[in-house]
């Protein structure tokens, strides 16, 4: 067996380990009410089980990411399936620094579906390890990566917290204003995360059923030193039914689905970034998945599933949960700031010789870092606490988000490869 076999597997076995603490952490807080002797040293015990079975993950997924490094001969955070992989590691690292400190088992209901999600989306990208082009070969890869990563990964965990103290904060009987547009906020944040885990079960789906479409589309670029016009011709292909083809893209082979044998419309000409049209497409189906999920879960609970989850967080002191959300924040600020823009200009000056390009991966990594500014001076200078800062960093990590994966899907740029 190879290294690469090796990581393979380490890395299912981490994923399984996640999956399995993440259903010992909701024992740990559901099933305070069946134990009426002692429900606190209830939640004590399956949270010191479920902490464990955290860190064999953790332990797993550090092979993973070693024995890639060894086998491929370069550190795994060249492209998405290893960036996505590699913070969902970091992920949990940060969620294992704030629980060594607050010991709050609750909140791994939260923070490690957030790894796991990040887990399973990498797995929708190629998975064989690639060489790295030249702008990436440089130590200040291991360097910028690593510490941006490591920053929004406590983002991750602050937003999970922050989400933890909206749904148990919030009094979802009431009937006012305030209440209602706090309710109606909580279920669009749920209905998100339930668009993005209908995103990878129907990935999956359709890459174990084995459905593919092909396409060819034809790219135009200018040469710069002679004006002249380059045409080059790539094949496109789709692992879910195509409702959007490439934009100039023409049929190779498409498998009918649902009656559908052909492409609905051509990707707009304004999306630029890599893959665009497949990406559109990701993103319709997404939605489609996502909202079908959404309604059944609703039919089963026969209520807002914000006001499903609400009781099963009494008990949880929501100024615990603000703090948390705080302190995670606090933490991933500066190592963001170095990772993110510091380090990132450095390498910037070496590879292209300037600091600042607005290269769009940029310009979205400054929107974020000036988002968790205003966050922390809000909450120090203006003592925003409690609900207000925990939106704040609901939303915060949405931006975080679409830093890393939604720029990929508009704007073509020089970061344009880590959507490979």
Known sequence: MSLLD??????????FAYCFAFLGYVLSIAGRKWSNRDPKGHTSRWGKMSFGLTTVGLASHMVYFFTRWAGGGHIPVSNMYEFMTFLGMMVIVAFVVVYLIYRTP?????ALPVAVILVAYASVFPQEVQPLIPALDSYWLKIHVTTAALGEAFFAVGFAAGLMYLLRATDFMSKTKQARKAQRGIELVLLIVIIVIAFISGVFGFKAAGYHAEFSKQNITVNKDTKE???TKETVRYILPPIVKPYKGEVISVEPFLGMKEPLFEAPSWMKGVNAGRKLNTVIWSLILGLLLYGILRLIARKPLGRAIHPLLDGIDPEDLDEISYRANAIGFPIFTLGALIFAMIW????WSR???????????????????AYLH???SKGWQGSKSSWLAVIGFIVVMFTLVGVNLVIAGLHSYSGV
């Open 6 to 15: 090796v990581s393979a597997v380490a890395l299912l076995i981490a994923l």
């Open 106 to 110: 609750a909140l791994g209901i939260f």
């Open 229 to 231: 016009e380059v045409v």
């Open 348 to 351: 910037a000056h070496q590879a």
């Open 355 to 373: 600091f600042w390009g607005w290269d769009p991966k940029e310009v979205w990594a400054l929107i974020t870092w000036l988002f968790y500014t």
């Open 378 to 380: 809000l909450r120090l």
